[in-house]
């Protein structure tokens, strides 16, 4: 039983992007098309969320995660507490700079860090040390992708392609913060899940806006070329991808199209197999004990040529290869 | 900075008996003098507890603990989740038996168990199998301790000196669950802890009493001859042991006692003394996160010699004693 493809993925828990190749924007679409939720574009291609620019809301959720992410890395490290998951850090972030925080060119800000102390817990679970994320996230500009989800959310990349900065509703952030502590569980207990990894949940706060944001891992970064992309939900209604989505480079099949092009599944070695057979029951489970049930498995196929020359390469390019990793997994076949 | 004496102990959260070697009644006492709290000894010697005699107790308390650890441990292993902190499940024991349930001799009772997957994972945790808890506390018969705590509380303990069961109140069962979440943090966290280790919760429910027991780790098993033993809180204030506990056997003495036993406090190799420092540290952070402050730290001191003599002999004879064994920990000086 091996393969002569290799299968990647990871749960997709809150929708990601399914395509992030395409960061210019469809020009075709008509003016009233271009507001989704709270995301507007205007004629000269301006983007905005809540009527606040790209740049000023990356620019300052920038300076405001590169406070508080600094600030708690300071302190001592110590066991993490069930009070930590309800805890909320405010801080001012004045134009003019305060004996805190810098001096900025934005519109004066706050920023909310959402349970500091877990997040923190979090990223050294998922061997994220605080430089790294720092750099990663607030030394150079963020880009935004083009195709929001379907709930308006905006993604921001950071320019290395290791994180996804992605705006969630009131109510999203608040049910994300209440599932802190079985999460918490769940990565005790189920270190391989396939569940989102979260690095941070914010809100900025200006003009009386608030913009809350989660920082997640980036399944999908573009140094890695997969051979085929699906978004499966085990169900065959409607899971087909549309026509538009086919003509990408780089498109996101469905269920019907995944039944389509591997008739008999993929095969992996039966270890693989079971253990991640197991590690998908355990995740489901999470999901619905948090009666989450709008989730997919996002399954990436590696050319097995391909991922040889990519290893080789890439290992010694990107030293973040490692991280980056997509867990390997298998399929229903 | 190696000592000639062995120190032992472990933080008593909630109240254990300070004293378990005198299992006769002081007949001293007046009648008027035994009843504490719902705890009633009437003049034949006969004790209630909310009116109901230990025996019947104690009876039904073990069919009840039997039916809900089997039943749990036949259902397959699965992960933790959050909802199962809040789980109370409640079974029928009628006099005559039932499909799931054995005749019995005492009165009909229902009995409930809480959080039971909950227990069932740190009853492993604790390397407690299954069959070994129920041979424990539920092959023979479980003696009282004479000795009831302040609060009226009434302690079993098993015929193995394995288990204590001690009853508590209303507000005190409720607040144990709802500590579950945080109690598991602990112990993934900090797995040297030395907070009780509690093996379940559960509610006897006979002639519309509630009887609320939990069941505890005994941290002075008999066959163990501690040196000496002290109750420290870290006051000072009326911290002595009183006449009546020093004309005990095998007394347990308090603060001011200590200091005076050994002025220079305890010598403990260098590496023992700040990782056991470190423990009893994070053990406070979590006794003041669950805005606990009336407990104290158990400390019983094994002379040199008695310990070798005990470990040679005990090891042999008592194949629990691995088990038992009571952690070495410093104490200030």
Redesign the interface.
């Known amino acids: 039983m091996v393969s002569d493809e290799q299968a990647t993925g990871a749960i997709n828990g809150p929708k990601t992007p399914q395509n992030q190749t395409f960061p210019t924007l469809d020009r075709r679409r008509t003016f009233q098309e271009r507001k989704i939720g709270h995301r507007r574009v205007d004629e000269t291609g301006q983007v905005t969320y809540k009527k606040i620019e790209t740049s000023q809301i990356c620019g300052s959720i920038q300076l405001g995660i590169g406070y508080a992410v600094g600030s708690i890395a300071s302190k001592p490290e110590?066991?993490?507490?069930?009070?930590d998951f309800a805890m909320v850090e405010t801080t001012s972030f004045p134009a003019s700079g305060s004996n805190i925080t810098p001096a900025h060119h934005f519109t004066d800000f706050k920023f909310k860090a959402y349970a500091p102390v877990a997040f923190r817990y979090f990223r050294d679970l998922f061997g994220i040390a605080p430089e790294d994320f720092l750099l990663s996230v607030c030394n150079e500009p963020m880009r935004e992708l083009s195709n929001p989800g379907a709930s308006g959310s905006v993604f921001y990349i950071t320019a290395d392609d290791e994180f996804i900065i992605k705006t969630v509703q009131h109510k999203e952030a608040e049910f994300l913060q209440t599932l802190l502590?079985?999460y918490?569980?769940?990565l005790?207990?189920?270190p391989r899940t396939l569940l989102p990894k979260f690095f941070g949940l914010y809100c900025y706060i200006c003009r009386g806006k608030n913009v809350r944001v989660c920082v997640m891992n980036n399944l999908l970064p573009s140094f890695i070329k997969l051979h085929q992309k699906y978004d499966l939900k085990g169900s065959t209604f409607k899971r087909k991808a549309n026509k538009s989505e086919k003509r990408k480079g780089s498109p996101t099949f469905k269920d019907l199209d995944f039944l389509d092009h591997h008739p008999e599944g993929l095969y992996l070695e039966a270890e693989t197999y079971s253990a991640l057979m197991k590690t998908i029951n355990?995740d489901c489970?999470?999901l619905e004990?948090f009666k989450i049930m709008d989730y997919s498995l996002l399954v990436g196929i590696l050319g097995y040529q391909v991922s040889i020359r990519m290893t080789k390469r890439e290992k010694f390019k990107n030293p973040k290869w490692k991280r980056n990793k997509l867990i390997t997994k298998p399929l229903t076949s």
């Open positions: 110590r066991d993490l507490l069930m009070q502590p079985g918490y569980m769940n005790n207990q189920n355990r489970r999470v004990s």
